[in-house]
């Protein structure tokens, strides 16, 4: 295939195993070179590939990536992205041996105009469907969808910045306060005496200064020049679920298109959620839609976590079933030596009478085959540290792990692991240990009856041990 739709639609997440280049790529076209009226195109062609990812592989070394993971999706405090992971490996130097491995970053890198997507491995659909269920503020079916000549990392940009101008815009239009001389026929304010006294003659007005509600303001402005600059662009179809916000700024009229520029700030804590639009908005307007990187360089890129995005997704569909504890809720701490670490299980269920189950969530691959069959070894340990640790405050009587599967794998994956094991944590604790496959279909008129299925096996759970 092509060069171009290759970085831009096949590379996927979680891709340990790698994806070789020169059995995916066939060389047609120009990419990151130019061949016009040159021979040797086959090899200029895999210099240009060889070099755009050569630059991405030496800038991503340089990059923090606690600094440039975004977690532009997940508000809460219950979330921190795994700062240990690669964001991209790329294994070899030449168009013969180059691959690409992937982790549970997904986004847009960018170099000299080429773009480099890592997708989400079950489609960017259910990539959607995700944020539309953890924002709560995007209608799925008139979503904004994502075309090839939208980069991934624009697209959640603009995603990001509509939950937060619906958020803010749910609160009313944002309205401060401007100062106003006026001579009027009652008296408003307070009245200026200095032009009370050049008066010659009293005419039945008085010449006042009183302050009034006004729209007119920077924010406003700067969001309506967002609005337009998105109309008028590519991305024009993702204001489609907000034409009645897009009206409301667009009935604003500005006095020559200019405001006070020294108000930037919203200091009204009612407001106080403009802030952040306010910021996404001058991104917009600058075309800064990256993450790091000046937008004037040869390289910038747009990432984020999609592990914690889908460990949202799934304690909201939990949560739709049955009660689930706070996650952050600070209970228990491990020494390191030095410190302590808080621990925090992605799913603590609240079966009520001090009892509780205990789930880890993994966006990984679950392995069925091989050496890396089964739950990987720091994933056991890690889970075997909460059964401890909440077994000496709560009576444990259910844990285990939560995988993501396609709807077509569902089957062969539960028929191959075993109905129920137990761990035994202490002298006398036997707790039950399951895994979990959260089903995702690529049609997503299904997905909703999937995720209230899935939500009732731990309703079905709660009530068999209410009866026990």
């Given at each position: 295939?092509?060069a171009s739709?290759?970085f831009?639609?096949?590379?996927k997440?979680?891709?340990y195993?790698?994806?070789?280049?020169r059995d995916?790529?066939?060389?047609?076209?120009?990419?990151?070179?130019n061949?016009?009226?040159?021979?040797?195109?086959?090899?200029?062609r895999?210099?240009g590939i060889?070099d755009?990812?050569?630059?991405?592989?030496?800038?991503?070394?340089?990059?923090?990536?606690?600094k440039?993971?975004k977690?532009?999706?997940?508000?809460?405090?219950?979330?921190?992205a795994?700062?240990?992971?690669k964001?991209?490996?790329?294994?070899?130097?030449?168009?013969e041996?180059?691959?690409?491995?992937?982790?549970?970053?997904?986004g847009?890198f960018?170099?000299?105009g080429n773009?480099?997507n890592?997708?989400?491995?079950?489609g960017?659909?259910?990539?959607q469907?995700?944020?539309a269920n953890?924002?709560?503020?995007?209608?799925?079916e008139?979503?904004?969808?994502?075309n090839?000549?939208?980069g991934?990392?624009?697209?959640?940009?603009?995603i990001?910045?509509k939950?937060q101008?619906k958020?803010a815009f749910?609160?009313?239009?944002?309205?401060?306060?401007?100062?106003?001389?006026?001579?009027i026929n009652?008296?408003k304010g307070s009245?200026?005496?200095n032009a009370?006294?050049a008066?010659h003659?009293?005419?039945?007005?008085?010449?006042?200064?009183?302050?009034e509600?006004?729209y007119e303001?920077?924010?406003?402005?700067?969001?309506k020049?967002?609005?337009a600059?998105i109309?008028?662009?590519?991305?024009?179809?993702?204001?489609n679920?907000m034409?009645n916000i897009k009206?409301?700024?667009?009935?604003i009229?500005?006095?020559?298109?200019k405001?006070?520029?020294?108000d930037k700030?919203?200091k009204?804590?009612?407001?106080?959620?403009?802030n952040?639009?306010y910021?996404l908005?001058?991104?917009?307007i600058?075309?800064?839609?990256?993450?790091?990187g000046?937008?004037?360089?040869e390289?910038?890129?747009?990432?984020?976590?999609?592990s914690?995005l889908f460990?949202h997704?799934?304690?909201k569909?939990?949560?739709?079933?049955?009660?689930?504890?706070?996650?952050?809720?600070?209970?228990?701490?491990?020494?390191?030596?030095?410190?302590?670490n808080k621990?925090f299980?992605?799913v603590i269920?609240?079966?009520?009478?001090?009892?509780?189950g205990?789930?880890?969530?993994k966006?990984?691959h679950?392995q069925?085959k091989?050496?890396?069959?089964?739950?990987q070894?720091?994933?056991?340990?890690?889970?075997?540290?909460?059964?401890a640790?909440y077994s000496?405050?709560?009576e444990?009587?259910d844990?285990?792990?939560?995988?993501?599967?396609?709807?077509?794998?569902f089957?062969?994956?539960?028929?191959?692991v075993?109905e129920?094991q137990?761990?035994?944590?202490?002298?006398?604790?036997?707790i039950p240990f399951?895994?979990?496959?959260?089903?995702v279909?690529?049609?997503?008129?299904?997905?909703?009856?999937?995720?209230?299925?899935?939500?009732?096996?731990?309703?079905?759970e709660s009530?068999?041990?209410?009866?026990?």
């Open positions: 295939m092509k739709y290759f831009k639609e096949e590379i997440d979680n891709n195993q790698g994806v070789l280049i995916r790529l066939l060389l047609e076209e120009d990419f990151n070179c061949t016009y009226a040159r021979p040797n195109k086959p090899n200029l895999k210099e060889e755009f990812l050569r630059k991405i592989k030496d800038n991503i070394q340089s990059i923090d990536i606690s440039a993971t977690h532009l999706l997940l508000e809460d405090l219950e979330f921190d795994n700062t240990d992971q964001i991209i490996e790329i294994v070899g130097s030449t168009f041996n180059l691959s690409i491995k992937t982790s549970n970053i997904v847009s960018y170099f000299k773009q480099l890592i997708n989400c491995r079950f960017n659909s259910f990539l469907y995700m944020i953890t924002s709560g503020f995007i209608e799925l008139r979503f904004g969808g994502l090839n000549d939208i991934l990392g624009e697209w959640i940009l603009i990001y910045w939950m101008l958020k749910s609160h009313g239009l944002y309205k401060t306060y401007i100062q106003k001389k006026e001579s009652t008296i009245i200026d005496i009370y006294i008066e003659y009293f005419n039945g007005k008085t010449t006042c200064l009183y302050k509600h006004s303001n920077h924010i406003n402005l700067t969001i020049k967002a609005i600059k109309g008028k662009s590519k991305y024009d179809g993702m204001l679920d034409l009206s409301t700024f667009d009935g009229h500005f006095k020559n298109g405001t006070n520029e020294s700030k919203v009204n804590p009612f407001y106080k959620k403009y952040e639009v910021d908005s001058q991104r917009i600058n075309d800064e839609f990256l993450s790091f000046d937008p004037e360089s390289f910038s890129a747009f990432i984020f976590d999609i914690l460990e997704h799934i304690r569909v939990i949560k739709n079933s049955i009660v689930l504890l706070p996650k952050n809720k600070n209970e228990f701490e491990i020494p390191n030596g030095i410190t302590t621990i299980p992605d269920i609240d079966y009520g009478n001090n009892k509780i205990i789930y880890d969530v966006y990984k679950f069925t091989g050496k890396e069959k089964g739950v070894r720091e994933d056991k340990f890690q889970l075997i540290t909460y059964l640790y000496s405050k709560y444990v009587i844990s285990g792990f939560i995988y993501p599967c396609r709807d077509e794998e089957y062969d994956l539960t028929n191959a075993k129920v137990f761990i035994k944590v202490g002298k006398t604790n036997n399951n895994i979990r496959f959260y089903k279909s690529e049609d997503l008129n299904f997905q909703y009856n999937f995720d209230i299925e899935f939500g009732k096996q731990f309703l079905v009530n068999s041990i209410t009866k026990d």
